[in-house]
């Protein structure tokens, strides 16, 4: 029997919906887990420095191929750990600048996956808060201050803000309890509306997250609709179950002979924009009719 390695920043505790998307794949090739093919799951619970151990678990198990979710910290632990083991990274943020593959269309040694057009859309998500949100008021920005590219992130948002003519203010967590810190200081700048930053920790906290900007009254846009079925006002991106059920459908292709570095790296080619009028309703918030005419779902 086969077995495929998990690798994830997250924790197990937490809400594992678009791993759902692998399993469909699986299940859809005749690859029923538990019958056909076993999973092995290592969870980092954020901590960074314990990815290179897990995925050295993974390594001498020893498994079949690894998939990695969470960004580019799991994938390049997993990198480190075997050169010759296929590894499938799920939505990923550029994986050419981190050194993961060589080029997307020829990946070469032995990893392929998601390349998430993910920090990309923060930009597209701020002007969105800001059509929700009109006025001088100033903008907020929730970033994880653990990430690699947090500046960078947080420059090009800045871009955009400046465009529509808004200040920007930053905060950042990387922790539950500094949600709520970050919050409070949004919450003294009078913010008009928040944007929250693409990273999975965030996708991992959004009922606390969502919760807490309700309490706050702001407008709100996210990088996953999940956020909004959360009870969220707006999203603006790619379907993260999709992108996990091609990442399954590699996974497949692999344990069916394929090799990674003959498989491109996929970009989502389908952005949905879901918004929810119940959410709006909430704090008193009228969505413009042009937000709601080009939406893919509204929420009521």
């Known amino acids: 029997m086969p077995v495929v390695g998990f690798l994830a920043l997250a924790s197990a505790d ?3 919906g678009p791993v759902a998307g692998i399993l469909l794949a699986l299940r859809q090739a005749g690859l029923e887990v538990g019958q056909a093919v076993r ?32 960004g580019p910290g799991p994938a390049l632990a997993a990198k480190a750990a075997t050169k010759n083991i296929p590894i499938v990274f799920a939505p990923t943020s550029d994986p050419v600048r981190t050194g993961l593959v060589s080029s997307l269309n020829r990946p070469g040694g032995n990893m392929t996956g998601i390349a ?17 949100a009109p006025g001088r008021s100033p903008l907020g920005v929730l970033l994880n201050s653990t990430r690699p590219d947090t500046q960078t992130q947080l420059e090009v948002i800045k871009g955009a803000a400046q465009s529509v003519g808004r200040d920007l203010v930053p905060a950042y967590a990387s922790s539950r309890p500094e949600i709520d810190a970050a919050f409070a200081v949004l919450a003294s700048r009078s913010i008009g509306g928040l944007l929250v930053a693409a990273d999975p920790f965030f996708t991992s906290q959004r009922t ?22 959360a009870g969220g006002l707006a999203s603006y991106g790619p379907s993260l179950f999709e992108m996990y059920h ?13 090799k990674p570095a003959e498989l491109p790296v996929l970009q989502p080619t ?31």
């Not at 399954?248 to 692999?254: A, H, N």
């Open 116 to 132: 998430a057009l993910t920090v990309e859309l923060d930009p597209k998500r701020l002007e969105l808060l800001h059509d929700l």
């Open 208 to 229: 606390q997250i969502v919760v807490s900007v309700a309490r706050y009254g702001w407008p709100a846009t996210y990088q996953w609709r999940e956020f909004v079925d």
């Open 39 to 70: 999973m092995e799951y290592r969870y980092a619970n954020y901590q960074l420095d314990r990815l290179p151990a897990l995925a050295a678990e993974l390594v001498q198990f020893p498994v079949s191929v690894i998939i990695t979710a969470g």
């Open 14 to 16: 937490e809400p594992s």
């Open 246 to 258: 091609q990442v399954g459908l590699y996974v497949v292709r692999i344990l069916k002979g394929e």
């Open 270 to 300: 389908k952005f949905e924009l879901v918004v929810s009028t119940k959410a709006a309703k909430a704090i008193g918030l009228t969505i413009p009719p042009s937000i709601l005419a080009r939406a893919d779902e509204v929420i009521e």
